[in-house]
């Protein structure tokens, strides 16, 4: 069964840029899922940052589109995440997850138990 | 943009029927998912392609669409069932792709 762990610092100044690493075990990523980003703001629910496929195409939330970019490494079985120019509101728990898409759908059918990034100074 | 509505809150007896509803603009048109999230843990999926249930979900747990709402069910509801339930879809817009969430429905089981 896939496992996705996601690892990244837990605080991050405001305008400064939030990385995070997904590292999946026990599945390829080379095979035909999407591997996607989602945050839990605190008290409020679920949103999609975006997703990104084994070569590297991707999907982005349009509320976030300027500031994200997603990337794979195939060779370390692993996907990452870079927000740029964060604020307060990005404060959040983000979880990475495995992405079922095909031309009718799209649902995260594994995810990670989420890593929690605070921005402040 | 598309929207996606759900009860903020829902309770249930245990043993009776836990049914959750997403409404949203033609959800008939689209493919839904429901995803069971407890405090601390992470996002369980429930429900695909608005009926599936995918490896080790109860049988107790199905979804369906009725004219313009989605709908989680639940039957003979358990304490374990407690947690928050996100109703999600994607969305083509006119120059991109989306996936929206619900904004969360938590079941209470009292």
């Known amino acids: 069964q896939v496992q996705l762990q996601e690892s990244g610092p837990g605080l991050v100044k405001p305008s400064e840029t939030l990385s995070l690493t997904c590292t999946v075990s026990?599945?390829?990523?080379?095979?035909?899922?999407?591997w996607a980003w989602i945050r839990q703001t605190p008290g409020k629910g679920l949103e999609w940052i975006g997703s990104v496929y084994r070569g590297g195409s991707t999907n982005y939330n349009p509320s976030l589109r300027s500031r994200v970019a997603l990337s794979v490494d195939t060779s370390k079985n692993e996907f990452s995440m870079e927000l740029r120019s964060v604020t307060a509101a990005d404060t959040a728990i983000y979880h990475c997850?495995?992405?079922?898409?095909?031309?009718?759908?799209?649902?995260?059918?594994?995810w990670g138990q989420g890593t929690l990034v605070s921005v402040s100074s | 943009s598309y929207e996606l509505t759900q009860p903020p809150s829902v309770s249930v007896a245990p043993g009776e029927t836990a049914t959750i509803t997403c409404g949203g603009r033609?959800?008939?048109?689209?493919?839904v998912n429901w995803y069971q999230k407890r405090p601390g843990q992470a996002p369980l999926l429930v429900i695909y392609?608005?009926?599936d249930r995918p490896s080790g979900i109860p049988e107790r747990f199905s979804g369906s669409i009725f004219e313009n709402a989605a709908t989680l069910t639940i039957a003979r509801a358990e304490a374990g069932d407690e947690a928050d339930y996100y109703c999600q879809v994607w969305h083509r817009g006119r120059d991109d792709l989306d996936v929206i969430f619900g904004g969360g429905t938590k079941l209470s089981v009292l």
């Open positions: 997850a495995r992405a079922a898409v095909t031309d009718k759908t799209y649902y995260f059918d594994s």
């Open positions: 026990d599945y390829s990523i080379k095979y035909q899922f999407y």
């Open positions: 033609n959800i008939g048109d689209k493919l």
């Open positions: 392609d608005e009926s």
